[in-house]
């Protein structure tokens, strides 16, 4: 087997993931706390049922352009096929990391209680200590700042947060 042949795939989907972190932080900064996306992402913000969320349009959009990228990947350029595996990487650590580590929205629970995983958790609800769009800390999906660094960004903030969420106890709303 050609080693090239099964590096470059490999590169391809790892640097896909690690864009797409730096890209959905953007996103969510940018887009979804900003004027033009906020009124899908605000349902995210607010207490809801369970289920669907307009919020969840965002991963339908991100789902149909890697669906894209499979087909131009096949048929036009293969290396967006593999392009299109790293956003489906991506997708899926989302899927896990923030639908269901973060916010529960699996059948079974988990709050994790220490290392990276607690501070991913921590550093979310931290983003949700904040009522509104404006004001929110940490804004990536898969990689966490340091928990006393953002405490300290939401101290600095004129924005009243809600304290309760500095904590692990797992205390977040369905909606949050």
């Not at 929205?105 to 983003?127: E, M, T």
């Not at 940490?138 to 928990?147: D, K, L, M, N």
Request: hydrophobic letters at 45%.
């Amino acid at each position: 087997m050609d080693v090239l042949a099964f590096v470059v795939p490999v590169v391809i989907v790892i640097g896909t993931v690690a864009f797409m972190e730096v890209f959905a932080w953007w996103v969510h900064k940018y887009i979804m706390h900003g004027e033009m996306g906020w009124g899908w992402h605000k349902s995210h913000h607010e207490p809801h049922d369970p289920g669907f969320e307009k919020n969840d349009l965002y991963t339908v959009i991100f789902g149909v352009f890697a669906i894209g990228l499979f087909f131009v990947g096949s048929f036009v350029w293969p290396p967006l096929w593999w392009v299109a595996v790293g956003i489906t990487v991506y997708g899926v650590l989302y899927f896990v990391a923030h639908d269901g580590l973060v916010h529960q929205r699996w059948p079974f629970k988990y709050i994790p209680r220490k290392g990276y995983l607690k501070r991913l958790y921590q550093a979310h609800r931290l983003h949700h200590a904040v009522d509104g769009k404006d004001g929110c800390v940490s804004f990536g999906f898969i990689y966490a700042p340091p928990v006393d660094e953002l405490v300290k960004e939401l101290d600095k903030s004129k924005r009243p947060h809600d304290r309760a969420s500095r904590g692990d106890d797992g205390g977040m709303t369905a909606g949050r």
